[in-house]
């Protein structure tokens, strides 16, 4: 099986070339004076008109393509614009080459002259052969086609042989034709009365003449009005003659026209009810008694002939044709009919009313509205079209080039005493009109199509600097926002210089306390240019004060209006020599200050806490330190052999911890210690050095050898060996599991050393104690020197409650710091508080751990055994299994830092949804401003001043030193504007991160001043 051809993606390619070709149809098609659609839509698919011609053309073009069959659909299936249906995608290709490219084919390709408009563009793309149309050969295909009744390709209809006529009946039912359509006529010349042969005759031709009746019977039954006669070949009969005769079919029954002919429909006539004397006498007596009265005027002859004429037969122009021969017919009624309907329709219909379908419209509109001058000065505005114009009176237009000078013209004029509380009704029923002229504008340039129309007429600028410079009136307010909103539409299309006339007008509306004509002025001025290709909108010659009012704009709680300021802001600062006047005419640094208060316009400040490490339960610090060995402990060890000696000790003294680590010559020295002397002195061995080590790993099987690697002196590496997994215990267990606690009496106070900041610290007894027994006669005998007495009789030893003086030494007491005079007996009561805290910290509550797997004992089976007795472990259904051990664990928290959020408006790409959001609105129009001015601020004229007026600085010399010093570049106005604000600046960078890009090429600018900004 073939491998499947992967589907074709049809994109545009927006190249220059692509561009080149486009520009060069579109004034092909303007020279043509037909439409043409640069970017035309099968479904949603934009054709790329480029790769489409090039591809038909490749194949042989037009004609080529249409004359192959199913031709079309192979073209869309080459550039990839096959969708659903075949047939309609094929024709719709089809239409979009023959409407858009077939003329340009011919005039580039094969250099001839296309056929006109009228038989190319403006028909259907039905067939080819586009490359020998003619006027004269396509209305005689096109007639022939009509008359012929053809198909859509031109086939001309089959027509059927002529048959005999059929002998017998079966044979006439197989092979019907139609009768003959046209039969001459034939006068009836036999007599007008019946004889008895004629109706003798007569019976025989109806009843025994089969013959004649199977031949006549095919030619009326394959009519297509089934067995009805068709009256015009009906003979009838007359008195004395034959009632039935046999017409033979003539040779017009065979033409095609003829047999498809059909009769048409029958009309009813209108029948009019007419008086007449003698069904309306009252009527007629009535047109008597008038007649004999003095003759009066005769009536209107046009209202007769309306009255004469039937209702719905002559219904005029449509709507929009009546408004606008209404809008130029100079009746008041008729304009204000016209203007009431034509504001409705750019209202409803705005999408789908265009100034191009209606010649005159916008000419009209615009004429009318200029009318306004005669109400407020004394001065009729007129157009004029005249190609030689030149400086004429002070109220004739330039139609052509439009008026330079229309603003001092309007400066000489006399205003008239027009109050706004008070007009006349004529004033103000045709103010009304104007006003509606000026809306229905205004609503039909919202189409960008009327836009661009209106733009390329220039009597629409000298009326809107007419509108804009009326008297500062009420009543004139709206006629004023209906023309900023048209500017705003219209300037998209303009290129308006700084000596532009409406360029001007618009710059003097923001000098008005009105928020609507400032806000729609700073709209219209920023969408100059914004739709040509090459030129940019300079902004030229805005005065300082200007400049000032939108940075103090910028401080009000109004987003709609600090936006339109930022816009403007944006287009301005991109020019180098406007940022000259503003440095000159404004300040700058609350300017830049502003801005960057704006960058957190609307922000939502949010933070977050990011988890370094997670908690965890954790062992205290491990030690290198052994917990010396307790007397009882050691006698009990010492009862036992070796290896359960060192598995009891082992467990006494060690604990499990997966990241603790203990050197192995530690551990050995340890266990020396406890028991080397006593074994010696009992004449027994030692366990050597390497089963110790290997013993660690049989009680705690965590427990491992390594060997790791250190750097020592010189850069040498040391070899380091250790166990890993166990721990020094804090405080000895014995082998049953119970916990010792210590003696922590003072042997000696901490006393402060000369030359030290920290005291020394105390030194404790230190004495390991099972129990509270135990440590109540260590403290009597060993720290009080008290020993008991045998009373006489009795074998059971007492203390005595001998009355002295004690001081209590227990670490942190306070209560006995100094010898006090108390019975011995008061004194260990307070005592007896110490011990049972101490042995309440270190008790343990955990029995002696299992066996292990291997057999191997624990050390509570150990205890007490003779020595070279065998070790028994005990039944695994009698042993207690104990509790896991409770190792000192401290719970450390998790590490996080908290970072700081802010977030300001945001907007996603429309044509990739799941993109990330992107920066937007008031704080992207501030950085990409503080941008400019970081660019151009120092190509100016006054950064050039600036470092001129600063002294140069030197290094290594100047005055009156011999060395020669080296210039310092001064700093610039950047180092002047952003200095102030650059901690702020980078705050933003770290906690907006839609806007840290751009902050973060302002940052690359400002970095490249010498020596870098921060130097």
Same mark, same amino acid.
């Given at each position: 099986?073939?491998?499947?051809?992967?589907?074709?993606?049809?994109?545009?390619?927006?190249?220059?070339?692509?561009?080149?070709?486009?520009?060069? /149809?579109?004034?092909?098609?303007?020279?043509?004076?037909?439409?043409?659609?640069?970017?035309?839509?099968?479904?949603?698919?934009?054709?790329?008109?480029?790769?489409?011609?090039?591809?038909?053309?490749?194949?042989?073009?037009?004609?080529?393509?249409?004359?192959?069959?199913?031709?079309?659909?192979?073209?869309?299936?080459?550039?990839?614009?096959?969708?659903?249906?075949?047939?309609?995608?094929?024709?719709?290709?089809?239409?979009?080459?023959? $409407?858009?490219?077939?003329?340009?084919?011919?005039?580039?390709?094969?250099?001839?002259?296309?056929?006109?408009?009228?038989?190319?563009?403006?028909?259907?793309?039905?067939?080819?052969?586009?490359?020998?149309?003619?006027?004269?050969?396509?209305?005689?295909? +096109?007639?022939?086609?009509?008359?012929?009744?053809?198909?859509?390709?031109?086939?001309?209809?089959?027509?059927?042989?002529?048959?005999?006529?059929?002998?017998?009946?079966?044979?006439?039912?197989?092979?019907?034709?139609?009768?003959?359509?046209?039969?001459?006529?034939?006068?009836?010349?036999?007599?007008?009365?019946?004889?008895?042969?004629?109706?003798?005759?007569?019976?025989?031709?109806?009843?025994?003449? #089969?013959?004649?009746?199977?031949?006549?019977?095919?030619?009326?039954?394959?009519?297509?009005?089934?067995?009805?006669?068709?009256?015009?070949?009906?003979?009838?009969?007359?008195?004395?003659?034959?009632?039935?005769?046999?017409?033979?079919?003539?040779?017009?029954?065979?033409?095609?026209?003829?047999?498809?002919?059909?009769?048409?429909?029958?009309?009813?006539?209108?029948?009019?009810?007419?008086?007449?004397?003698?069904?309306?006498?009252?009527?007629?007596?009535?047109?008597?008694?008038?007649?004999?009265?003095?003759?009066?005027?005769?009536?209107?002859?046009?209202?007769?002939?309306?009255?004469?004429?039937?209702?719905?037969?002559?219904?005029?122009?449509?709507?929009?044709?009546?408004?606008?021969?209404?809008?130029?017919?100079?009746?008041?009624?008729?304009?204000?009919?016209?203007?009431?309907?034509?504001?409705?329709?750019?209202?409803?219909?705005?999408? $789908?009313?265009?100034?191009?379908?209606?010649?005159?419209?916008?000419?009209?509109?615009?004429?009318?509205?200029?009318?306004?001058?005669?109400?407020?000065?004394?001065?009729?505005?007129?157009?004029?079209?005249?190609?030689?114009?030149?400086?004429?009176?002070?109220?004739?237009?330039?139609?052509?080039?439009?008026?330079?000078?229309?603003?001092?013209?309007?400066?000489? /004029?006399?205003?008239?005493?027009?109050?706004?509380?008070?007009?006349?009704?004529?004033?103000?029923?045709?103010?009304?009109?104007?006003?509606?002229?000026?809306?229905?504008?205004?609503?039909?340039?919202?189409?960008?199509?009327?836009?661009?129309?209106?733009?390329?007429?220039?009597?629409?600028?000298?009326?809107?600097?007419? /509108?804009?410079?009326?008297?500062?009136?009420?009543?004139?307010?709206?006629?004023?926002?209906?023309?900023?909103?048209?500017?705003?539409?219209?300037?998209?299309?303009?290129?308006?210089?700084?000596?532009?006339?409406?360029?001007?007008?618009?710059?003097?509306?923001?000098?008005?306390?009105?928020?609507?004509?400032?806000?729609?002025?700073?709209?219209?001025?920023?969408?100059?240019?914004?739709?040509?290709?090459?030129?940019?909108?300079?902004?030229?010659?805005?005065?300082?004060?200007?400049?000032?009012?939108?940075?103090?704009?910028?401080?009000?709680?109004?987003?709609?209006?600090?936006?339109?300021?930022?816009?403007?802001?944006?287009?301005?600062?991109?020019?180098?020599?406007?940022?000259?006047?503003?440095?000159?005419?404004?300040?700058?640094?609350?300017?830049?200050?502003?801005?960057?208060?704006?960058?957190?316009?609307?922000?939502?400040?949010?933070?977050?806490?990011?988890?370094?490490?997670?908690?965890?339960?954790?062992?205290? #610090?491990?030690?290198?330190?052994?917990?010396?060995?307790?007397?009882?402990?050691?006698?009990?060890?010492? +009862?036992?052999?070796?290896?359960?000696?060192?598995?009891?000790?082992?467990?006494?003294?060690?604990?499990?911890?997966?990241?603790?680590?203990?050197?192995?010559?530690?551990?050995?020295?340890?266990?020396?210690?406890?028991?080397?002397?006593?074994?010696?002195?009992?004449?027994?061995?030692?366990?050597?050095?390497?089963?110790?080590?290997?013993?660690?790993?049989?009680?705690?099987?965590?427990?491992?050898?390594?060997?790791?690697?250190?750097?020592?002196?010189?850069?040498?590496?040391?070899? $380091?060996?250790?166990?890993?997994?166990?721990?020094?215990?804090?405080?000895?267990?014995?082998?049953?599991?119970?916990?010792?606690?210590?003696?922590?009496?003072?042997?000696?106070?901490?006393?402060?050393?000369?030359?030290?900041?920290?005291?020394?610290?105390?030194?404790?007894?230190?004495?390991?104690?099972?129990?509270?027994?135990?440590?109540?006669?260590?403290?009597?005998?060993?720290? /009080?020197?008290?020993?008991?007495?045998?009373?006489?009789?009795?074998?059971?030893?007492?203390?005595?409650?001998?009355?002295?003086?004690?001081?209590?030494?227990?670490?942190?007491?306070?209560?006995?710091?100094?010898?006090?005079?108390?019975?011995?007996?008061?004194?260990?009561?307070?005592?007896?508080?110490?011990?049972?805290?101490?042995? +309440?910290?270190?008790?343990?509550?955990?029995?002696?751990?299992?066996?292990?797997?291997?057999?191997?004992?624990?050390?509570?089976?150990?205890?007490?055994?003779?020595?070279?007795?065998?070790?028994?472990?005990?039944?695994?259904?009698?042993?207690?299994?104990?509790?896991?051990?409770?190792? #000192?664990?401290?719970?450390?928290? +998790?590490?996080?830092?908290?970072?700081?959020?802010?977030?300001?408006?945001?907007?996603?790409?429309?044509?990739?949804?799941?993109?990330?959001?992107?920066?937007?609105?008031?704080?992207?129009?501030?950085?990409?401003?503080?941008?400019?001015?970081?660019?151009?601020?120092?190509?100016?004229?006054?950064?050039?001043?600036?470092?001129?007026?600063?002294?140069?600085?030197?290094?290594?010399?100047?005055?009156?030193?011999?060395?020669?010093?080296?210039?310092?570049?001064?700093?610039?106005?950047?180092?002047?504007?952003?200095?102030?604000?650059?901690?702020?600046?980078?705050?933003?960078?770290?906690?907006?991160?839609?806007?840290?890009?751009?902050?973060?090429?302002?940052?690359?600018?400002?970095?490249?001043?010498?020596?870098?900004?921060?130097?």
């Amino acid at each position: 099986m073939a491998p499947t051809k992967p589907p074709v993606e049809h994109t545009v390619d927006r190249t220059p070339e692509y561009e080149k070709f486009i520009e060069e /149809l579109r004034v092909f098609h303007e020279k043509r004076g037909t439409n043409f659609d640069p970017e035309p839509k099968m479904g949603n698919i934009t054709v790329d008109l480029r790769k489409l011609f090039e591809y038909i053309v490749e194949h042989g073009g037009y004609d080529k393509v249409s004359d192959e069959k199913l031709m079309w659909r192979k073209m869309c299936e080459g550039l990839g614009l096959m969708r659903h249906n075949a047939p309609a995608d094929a024709y719709t290709l089809k239409q979009i080459f023959y $409407k858009n490219l077939a003329a340009y084919e011919i005039k580039t390709v094969h250099n001839k002259e296309p056929p006109p408009p009228e038989i190319l563009e403006f028909t259907t793309a039905k067939g080819g052969s586009l490359l020998t149309r003619t006027l004269e050969t396509f209305q005689a295909k +096109a007639a022939k086609t009509e008359r012929e009744g053809s198909t859509e390709d031109g086939t001309p209809s089959r027509e059927r042989r002529v048959e005999e006529t059929p002998t017998s009946g079966r044979a006439s039912r197989g092979l019907r034709e139609a009768p003959a359509p046209r039969v001459i006529f034939h006068p009836d010349t036999a007599s007008t009365r019946p004889t008895r042969h004629a109706s003798g005759q007569h019976g025989l031709s109806s009843g025994s003449t #089969p013959h004649s009746q199977s031949q006549t019977q095919p030619h009326n039954n394959s009519h297509s009005h089934g067995n009805t006669p068709i009256p015009m070949h009906q003979s009838h009969p007359s008195r004395g003659g034959a009632s039935h005769f046999y017409i033979p079919p003539g040779p017009d029954a065979l033409n095609p026209l003829v047999q498809t002919y059909q009769p048409p429909p029958p009309q009813q006539v209108p029948l009019r009810i007419v008086d007449t004397p003698a069904s309306n006498p009252d009527l007629f007596a009535r047109k008597q008694r008038l007649l004999r009265k003095a003759p009066v005027a005769a009536p209107n002859p046009g209202a007769l002939i309306r009255a004469s004429i039937p209702p719905g037969t002559l219904d005029g122009p449509n709507i929009y044709e009546r408004c606008l021969l209404a809008l130029r017919s100079g009746i008041q009624a008729e304009q204000a009919f016209g203007l009431n309907h034509l504001v409705k329709i750019s209202y409803e219909r705005g999408d $789908k009313y265009k100034f191009s379908q209606f010649s005159g419209l916008a000419e009209g509109l615009t004429e009318f509205a200029l009318g306004i001058g005669n109400l407020f000065y004394e001065v009729d505005w007129t157009i004029s079209n005249d190609p030689d114009f030149d400086d004429g009176e002070i109220g004739e237009l330039d139609g052509i080039n439009g008026t330079t000078d229309i603003l001092d013209r309007i400066a000489q /004029l006399k205003p008239k005493g027009v109050q706004d509380n008070f007009q006349p009704a004529e004033f103000t029923d045709h103010l009304t009109l104007i006003i509606e002229a000026v809306l229905t504008i205004r609503n039909m340039v919202m189409l960008h199509d009327n836009a661009w129309y209106m733009a390329d007429y220039p009597p629409i600028k000298d009326l809107l600097c007419i /509108l804009l410079c009326l008297p500062s009136l009420d009543i004139v307010v709206e006629l004023k926002h209906f023309a900023l909103d048209i500017a705003e539409q219209i300037t998209q299309y303009l290129v308006l210089d700084s000596d532009d006339a409406l360029y001007k007008t618009l710059l003097t509306q923001l000098e008005s306390s009105d928020r609507g004509i400032i806000l729609t002025s700073l709209r219209a001025i920023g969408r100059i240019g914004m739709h040509h290709p090459t030129e940019t909108n300079k902004l030229g010659g805005v005065p300082p004060s200007t400049l000032q009012n939108l940075m103090d704009w910028l401080l009000l709680n109004d987003d709609e209006l600090v936006d339109a300021c930022l816009d403007f802001l944006y287009q301005y600062t991109a020019v180098v020599p406007n940022l000259d006047v503003m440095l000159q005419g404004t300040n700058v640094e609350h300017l830049v200050v502003h801005l960057v208060r704006l960058l957190s316009h609307g922000a939502k400040r949010s933070q977050r806490e990011i988890v370094v490490s997670e908690a965890r339960l954790a062992y205290e #610090p491990p030690s290198e330190q052994v917990v010396p060995i307790s007397k009882d402990l050691l006698e009990r060890l010492l +009862a036992m052999e070796e290896p359960e000696r060192c598995y009891a000790w082992l467990r006494c003294f060690f604990e499990e911890d997966p990241e603790a680590q203990i050197t192995q010559i530690a551990i050995w020295q340890a266990y020396n210690a406890a028991f080397l002397e006593s074994i010696k002195r009992h004449g027994r061995s030692m366990i050597n050095a390497a089963e110790f080590i290997r013993h660690i790993s049989t009680v705690y099987q965590c427990a491992g050898a390594q060997v790791i690697r250190e750097g020592g002196p010189g850069g040498s590496e040391v070899q $380091k060996f250790i166990m890993r997994g166990i721990r020094p215990r804090s405080h000895p267990i014995n082998p049953d599991g119970r916990a010792y606690f210590q003696c922590q009496w003072q042997l000696a106070p901490a006393r402060r050393v000369p030359g030290q900041d920290q005291p020394e610290r105390p030194v404790f007894c230190g004495a390991w104690n099972l129990s509270a027994g135990k440590m109540w006669d260590h403290i009597l005998t060993d720290h /009080l020197k008290e020993f008991p007495s045998t009373d006489d009789g009795c074998n059971t030893s007492k203390f005595q409650n001998r009355e002295g003086k004690f001081a209590c030494l227990w670490n942190t007491c306070t209560k006995y710091p100094t010898p006090t005079t108390l019975h011995l007996a008061q004194f260990m009561t307070h005592i007896k508080t110490h011990i049972k805290t101490e042995q +309440a910290r270190h008790a343990a509550t955990t029995a002696p751990v299992q066996p292990s797997a291997d057999g191997v004992p624990a050390s509570a089976t150990a205890a007490g055994v003779p020595p070279g007795s065998a070790v028994v472990p005990p039944s695994p259904s009698k042993a207690r299994v104990p509790p896991p051990p409770k190792h #000192p664990r401290v719970l450390k928290p +998790a590490k996080t830092i908290t970072i700081t959020y802010e977030e300001t408006a945001s907007v996603r790409d429309e044509r990739n949804p799941n993109a990330p959001p992107q920066a937007a609105g008031i704080p992207l129009s501030a950085v990409l401003i503080l941008r400019n001015i970081a660019r151009n601020v120092v190509k100016t004229v006054a950064e050039e001043a600036l470092l001129k007026e600063q002294l140069p600085l030197r290094r290594d010399g100047g005055g009156d030193g011999g060395g020669e010093g080296k210039e310092i570049r001064g700093r610039g106005w950047n180092e002047r504007l952003f200095r102030p604000v650059m901690g702020r600046l980078w705050e933003v960078f770290t906690e907006n991160r839609l806007l840290a890009p751009y902050v973060t090429s302002l940052m690359q600018l400002l970095e490249r001043e010498e020596g870098g900004f921060g130097g």
